[in-house]
């Protein structure tokens, strides 16, 4: 896959009425992505800002996330400790052990995480556990989902998407980039 944009954008459909935007910040080989999203969710206004570290291979690797919504301002810390582990504002979360990937609710860009890292041929299939991180209350949990990789579409890369506790299935659409270009029922890519 090619470098990467300097900013990429998204619009919310039908889930919710909203706006994400992100920022990458290259850091060597270990990137680092400084985003924003603003919805509105059941006539209740959010706002989310996160920072996620990445490896070389593309495996979160922590983030800081700030939530403010008429419950207040809350502030989470994700990390890893020596052995791989993650640490939830310094304590560590073995329920969501086993996870390369952080996913936050509020995004449609963190999808990127698991498509960059896997790497897949058109007819591959992996399982990709992602450290789920709810807005606005910053709640984790752990995410079981699945990627297979479908034939392209020109320069656009097809995944079939199922995340089984939501019974959410969909066919992903991926720029050149591995960013997201549409998610149905979620997000289209306007930037």
């Known amino acids: 896959m090619l470098d990467l944009p300097v900013s990429a954008a998204w619009r919310h459909v039908d889930a919710s009425d909203g706006f994400e935007v992100v920022f990458p910040s290259p850091q060597g080989d270990e990137p680092r992505f400084d985003g924003h999203v603003t919805a509105v969710e059941e006539g209740q206004?959010?706002?989310?800002?996160?920072?996620?570290?990445?490896?070389?291979?593309?495996?979160?690797?922590?983030?800081?996330?700030?939530?403010r919504s008429a419950m207040g301002t809350r502030e989470l810390e994700l990390g890893r400790d020596a052995e791989g582990g993650w640490l939830v504002n310094g304590a560590p979360a073995p329920h969501v052990g086993g996870c390369d990937d952080i996913d936050l609710e509020a995004s449609s860009f963190t999808n990127a995480f698991p498509v960059r890292r896997l790497g897949l041929a058109p007819g591959e299939s992996a399982e990709a556990p992602a450290l789920y991180v709810r807005a606005p209350d910053l709640r984790i949990e752990r995410l079981d989902q699945s990627y297979r990789r479908l034939e392209d579409d020109g320069s656009h890369r097809r995944y079939h998407y199922a995340s089984p506790a939501f019974?959410?299935?969909?066919?992903?659409?991926?720029?050149?980039?591995?960013?997201?270009?549409?998610?149905?029922?979620?997000?289209?890519?306007?930037?």
């Open 45 to 67: 206004p959010w706002a989310l800002s996160y920072s996620i570290a990445l490896d070389p291979a593309w495996r979160s690797r922590g983030a800081r996330i700030v939530s």
């Open 167 to 191: 019974g959410y299935e969909a066919v992903l659409v991926y720029d050149e980039f591995g960013f997201i270009l549409d998610y149905p029922g979620i997000a289209v890519r306007v930037l």
